[in-house]
């Protein structure tokens, strides 16, 4: 300890005298005279006195006065952690938009069948025994074809049904027609355009087959008409007035 405050007390009255001898050299460099006439000028140089101020202990360890700052680096393991947990919520918000979509566009198409169905439907019209009729009438189709031919088996059943909706239910039938027809000549005019042919020439023949029906009955009357007026001549009973008669009555019963 003491070979320490020696060593230290030394160290000090060095610094102090090289600290007194600057000062002492830089006061006489200032009090030079700038010529050699002021030399008389110059006076004696003054006395500086260095005071040194000790510690009564020192110190065993040196200080230190730099702070410590503390650095957080994660390691590779806590980096690799971090990075697939990322790319695991990633993948997750992904997957979970994904979803989302699917579910809102299937919402949306269950929400435009919903408002379709209820846009074919009549108010006036009662659905529940016209649907039932029309079920039970395709369903007696095919049981009374299933020991029929394959095209009649397929056929029948599907013209039956339509043939009974349309029938029960007159005004439902006609919307669910014109949205099929609209349905049609959006997506397929061509199909639409064979099938409105083909609509017009079977009106074209079951009008023929009227006019024949109404032919053939009229040629039908007048062969009963003349076999009529044969009996009457022949047997002398009056056959027209009681057809006449039976006529008449069955067409006030009609229009009543």
């Given at each position: 300890?003491?070979?320490?405050?020696?060593?230290?007390?030394?160290?000090?009255?060095?610094?102090?005298?090289?600290?007194?001898?600057?000062?002492?050299?830089?006061?006489?460099?200032?009090?030079?005279?700038?010529?050699?006439n002021d030399v008389h000028s110059i006076g004696h140089p003054t006395k500086a006195f260095l005071h040194v101020d000790l510690p009564d202990k020192l110190p065993i360890y040196p200080k230190s006065n730099a702070p410590l700052v503390l650095l957080d680096i994660p390691s590779p393991l806590e980096l690799k952690i971090g990075q697939i947990r990322r790319e695991v919520c990633?993948?997750?918000?992904?997957?979970?938009?994904?979803?989302?979509?699917?579910?809102?566009?299937?919402?949306?198409?269950?929400?435009?069948?919903?408002?379709?169905?209820?846009?074919?439907?009549?108010?006036?019209?009662?659905?529940?025994?016209?649907?039932?009729?029309?079920?039970?009438?395709?369903?007696?189709?095919?049981?009374?074809?299933?020991?029929?031919?394959?095209?009649?088996?397929?056929?029948?059943?599907?013209?039956?049904?339509?043939?009974?909706?349309?029938?029960?239910?007159?005004?439902?039938?006609?919307?669910?027609?014109?949205?099929?027809?609209?349905?049609?000549?959006?997506?397929?005019?061509?199909?639409?355009?064979?099938?409105?042919?083909?609509?017009?020439?079977?009106?074209?023949?079951?009008?023929?087959?009227?006019?024949?029906?109404?032919?053939?009955?009229?040629?039908?009357?007048?062969?009963?008409?003349?076999?009529?007026?044969?009996?009457?001549?022949?047997?002398?009973?009056?056959?027209?007035?009681?057809?006449?008669?039976?006529?008449?009555?069955?067409?006030?019963?009609?229009?009543?």
């Amino acid at each position: 300890m003491r070979a320490s405050r020696t060593a230290y007390l030394a160290a000090s009255g060095v610094a102090g005298a090289l600290a007194l001898k600057e000062k002492v050299d830089s006061e006489s460099a200032e009090s030079l005279p700038s010529d050699i006439n002021d030399v008389h000028s110059i006076g004696h140089p003054t006395k500086a006195f260095l005071h040194v101020d000790l510690p009564d202990k020192l110190p065993i360890y040196p200080k230190s006065n730099a702070p410590l700052v503390l650095l957080d680096i994660p390691s590779p393991l806590e980096l690799k952690i971090g990075q697939i947990r990322r790319e695991v919520c990633g993948y997750y918000v992904g997957a979970r938009a994904n979803v989302q979509g699917i579910v809102d566009r299937w919402i949306h198409v269950e929400s435009m069948v919903e408002t379709r169905l209820k846009s074919f439907r009549d108010p006036t019209e009662p659905l529940n025994p016209g649907l039932l009729y029309t079920g039970v009438a395709a369903l007696t189709t095919s049981i009374f074809t299933r020991s029929r031919s394959l095209p009649t088996r397929f056929l029948l059943p599907p013209l039956s049904l339509l043939g009974a909706f349309a029938y029960f239910l007159p005004r439902t039938a006609y919307r669910v027609g014109s949205y099929a027809e609209e349905l049609e000549s959006r997506y397929a005019p061509r199909v639409g355009e064979i099938r409105q042919t083909g609509v017009i020439h079977m009106q074209m023949v079951v009008g023929r087959l009227g006019e024949s029906a109404r032919e053939g009955k009229v040629v039908v009357g007048k062969g009963v008409r003349s076999l009529v007026e044969a009996i009457e001549s022949v047997t002398g009973l009056k056959l027209g007035d009681v057809l006449r008669k039976e006529g008449e009555r069955e067409n006030g019963k009609k229009k009543a």
